[in-house]
């Protein structure tokens, strides 16, 4: 069940989504693993749009999902490649993999996302917390600079130069290790090989630890 988060007035008129958060935050339990290895950090939920949802976690899923997919079966995870999107989120679990948004509800002012990553600091730490995982790959600048908030990592956060490096970091008395990603979307479809770096690098980190 989605909790609303004390400062969603601040936020959005976030009050008729309430139901939508919490049918997204179902449809990703449904897939969590009894352990997390590698915790994926996205941006934000996708606004709802309609009736239908498009999510990383939905039955269909979403264009973040599948060139998700894409990348890590270049990168030589191949039990991923699979046709039905059900079997790749079975994967993914089974793999240990999750993810998660370093913005709580969906963004709709791009102009006030600052704000909204502000107010969504506690949760995130909340949530990697309770999660405790061995990687995180940040993908995208949302979420890099999300994790910089709460002290997670001190690297700049002009994700273009960062992408592809992997640090090994304390957090909370834990050595965890953080792989920056650009984010996977549509405006980067044409960087496929370079895209696919990062994710490289996580399979050779999850092969040595």
Do not use: W
């Not at 973040?64 to 997919?69: E, F, M, R």
């Not at 890590?72 to 994967?91: C, M, Q, T, W, Y």
């Not at 995208?140 to 960062?162: P, Q, S, V």
């Amino acid at each position: 069940m989605y909790s609303p988060c004390p400062k969603q007035s601040i936020c959005s008129s976030l009050g008729a989504q309430v139901e939508y958060l919490s049918q997204l935050e179902c449809l990703r339990n449904n897939y969590r693993p009894s352990k997390v290895r590698v915790l994926f950090i996205a941006e934000s939920p996708p606004r709802q749009r309609g009736n239908s949802i498009t999510f990383f976690y939905s039955d269909k899923g979403s264009m973040l999902s599948k060139q998700l997919k894409e990348l890590l079966v270049i990168a030589g995870f191949r039990d991923f490649n699979v046709p039905s999107h059900k079997e790749f989120l079975k994967r993914f679990q089974d793999a240990g993999f999750y993810l998660i948004d370093a913005i709580r509800c969906p963004i709709i002012y791009r102009s006030r996302k600052r704000r909204f990553m502000r107010n969504c600091i506690y949760f995130l730490q909340e949530e990697i917390r309770r999660l405790d995982p061995e990687i995180i790959m940040v993908l995208g600048r949302t979420a890099c600079e999300a994790l910089k908030n709460i002290h997670l990592h001190n690297e700049g956060c002009k994700i273009t130069k960062i992408h592809g490096q992997a640090i090994k970091v304390t957090h909370k008395a834990k050595t965890l290790i953080v792989i920056f990603s650009l984010f996977p979307s549509v405006h980067n479809k044409g960087r496929t090989s370079d895209l696919a770096k990062p994710f490289r690098i996580l399979k050779n980190v999850i092969y040595s630890i």
